[in-house]
């Protein structure tokens, strides 16, 4: 399996906004997509402040051809509620169910009440992509990068890809209750572009080949094999197998697309491409991803099967 990229020649397609209290004065990035009523829905990762100030919220975004959006004027959609989100609520997933509903898995931020990074995996239902009903935390532990695979079950369940610097699988019948598996199924390598940090992606999606997965990555600085620091996050892309979603079959042996233009090489966090979006829109797959924790933009992305 090979993917090729063509990223739209008029990137970034949403930028922050300035306004005394404008949610999103400071950057917006790492979008969920999903196709309802013949438009693409972002749901996007807002800020107002940066770095030790700022608190995520989820704004939301349409489209009538995938490039060009239009913001929904009673945004936030999404905010903080109670300690576990304190400092708010990042990077969102969402997948369409079988009944029409939608479900978004999202990081929630609790700050750094104990002086270290305290974060967890929720999850939240929706109708109509406006309105979320929260459910809560979906796994224990601190757990980020929920990743459910679009229009599958295995035995009967959801499978779901989550976590930072590895990659596990969990299983749900309901998508409230989920059985973890602890064995990871993708980490770092040495000696690859992919040595220092592994996350996963936007939700992942069955081909004749396997599901497919596009997680995000990194490569260390330095030689590698030394973890100290990072050069640059660009995603790429693997293979489990349909039938046994901890089978690993495929893996890429370099990133699908990686930091070129200004505007995805410096920003909040500088030399930075992180998807988390996936649509199938018009016969066309389409890739939405952060450029430099900063703004968004879109990539055409193309399956090419052995």
């Given amino acids: 399996m090979n993917i090729r990229i063509s990223k739209y020649s008029k990137n970034p397609i949403l930028i922050s906004q300035i306004g005394e209290k404008n949610f999103e004065k400071s950057c917006v990035y790492n979008p969920a997509a999903v196709v309802k009523d ?19 919220r989820i704004g939301l975004a349409t489209s009538e051809d995938g ?24 990077d969102p997933r969402v997948i369409q169910l079988q009944d029409g509903k939608f479900f978004m898995t999202y990081t929630a931020f609790a700050g750094f009440p104990d002086g270290e ?22 796994v224990e532990g601190r757990e980020k990068a929920g990743a459910i695979v679009q229009n599958y079950k295995h035995n009967g369940e959801y499978a779901m890809y989550f976590g930072e610097g590895q990659l596990k699988v ?11 598996n602890k064995e990871p199924v993708l980490q770092t390598r040495d000696g690859h572009f ?4 592994v996350e996963g992606g ?41 039938n046994d979603p901890e089978k690993l079959l495929f ?9 070129e233009e200004y505007w995805e090489k410096f920003g909040k966090v500088n030399y930075v491409i ?23 933009g879109v990539a055409e992305l193309a399956i090419d099967l052995a």
């Fill in 274 to 296: 992180f998807a988390t979006g996936l649509a199938n829109f018009k016969n066309k797959w389409l890739l939405y991803y952060g450029g430099a924790d900063k703004s968004i």
């Fill in 117 to 138: 990074r305290k974060f967890s995996l929720h999850g939240a239902f929706s109708e109509d992509l406006i309105h979320w009903e929260k459910i809560g935390r979906l």
């Fill in 251 to 259: 893996r890429a042996d370099k990133p699908i697309m990686e930091p």
């Fill in 170 to 180: 969990a299983y749900s019948k309901d998508l409230k209750s989920w059985r973890v």
């Fill in 202 to 242: 936007p939700p992942p999606v069955v081909t004749d080949e396997g599901i497919l997965i596009i997680y995000n990555s990194a490569k260390s600085a330095g030689e590698y094999g030394r973890k100290s620091d990072y050069i640059s996050y660009a995603p790429s892309f693997a293979v489990f197998d349909k």
């Fill in 194 to 197: 992919d040595d220092y940090y």
């Fill in 67 to 90: 490039f060009n959006f239009e913001r929904y004027e009673g945004n936030p959609v999404m905010s903080e509620e109670g300690t576990e989100e304190a400092r708010g609520l990042e």
């Fill in 38 to 56: 013949g438009k693409v829905f972002l749901l996007y990762r807002a800020e107002e402040a940066y770095y030790n100030d700022y608190i995520s």
